[in-house]
């Protein structure tokens, strides 16, 4: 009997594996000073386009965490791009975003060891995931030395934090940046109707090699 059509011992249809929808791409940065936030700019801008939507930059007040690397007052910015993006293609994209931190401290230099620090994630309707290259009870291992972690669910109209949720995030101050984000997500759903969309590994750029009870991102 085909895939498509096995049953249960029970006589229900069985589920079966489809591709995932497309998602959209966002990457939350933080910068030791504007200098270096204009510099990650412009080069999230030549490898991955215009950001569709941002989040203007603010002092970054949630923890210490990033002192020895950024300073004591890093500025946190949020990029939110509109092509339509693959959830499958999350550890390429860390893997591309971590090769872009050190071509920024090779360019920006001294007094900071690591003058940006890019936390690349996706937005799906219903909920927010995170990159990560640290491993914890509640992330899901993707490839390429990177997990997979829900940092906000959406639900009743609202986001929602969890447990494991990350101060900043769950504070509500990136709410406005993600619902503009998922509103352009559903407006191009309907519009383009440009639903699944089926990971090329060629689409991923060329890359070489906090206050929080677990591991930071």
């Given at each position: 009997m ?5 049953r249960s ?8 594996a489809r ?6 791409m966002?990457?939350?940065?933080l910068?030791?000073?504007a ?13 991955f ?7 203007a930059p603010?002092p970054?007040?949630f923890?210490?965490y ?6 004591s ?6 990029f ?17 975003t971590?090769?872009i931190e ?10 900071w ?6 936390d690349?994630?996706?937005l ?17 291992y ?35 940046f ?8 559903m407006r ?13 590994n060629?689409?991923?750029?060329s ?10 991102i």
């Open positions: 085909p895939p498509s059509r096995r011992a029970k006589g229900r249809a069985m589920a079966t591709e995932a929808e497309s998602v959209l966002f990457i939350g940065a910068a030791a000073d200098r270096a936030l204009s510099e990650a700019r412009v080069v999230l801008g030549r490898e386009g215009p950001a569709a939507v941002e989040l603010a970054f007040v923890t210490q990033y002192r020895r690397e950024l300073g007052t890093p500025l946190r910015a949020f939110g791009y509109a092509s339509p993006f693959p959830p499958d293609g999350l550890a390429g994209l860390k893997t591309a971590n090769a050190g071509e920024l401290a090779a360019r920006i230099g001294p007094p060891p690591r003058p940006v620090n890019l690349p994630g996706y799906a309707p219903d909920k927010i995931v995170l990159a990560s290259a640290k491993n914890f009870s509640h992330r899901i993707l490839s390429r030395g990177v997990y997979a972690e829900v940092t906000l669910q959406y639900a009743k109209g609202r986001f929602v934090s969890l447990p494991w949720t990350f101060p900043d995030y769950a504070s509500g101050i990136y709410f406005d993600f619902l503009e984000l998922r509103n352009l997500l191009n759903r309907q519009r383009l109707s440009f639903g699944k969309f089926i990971f090329d060629a689409n991923c750029p890359v070489s090699g906090g206050f929080y009870n677990g591991p930071g």
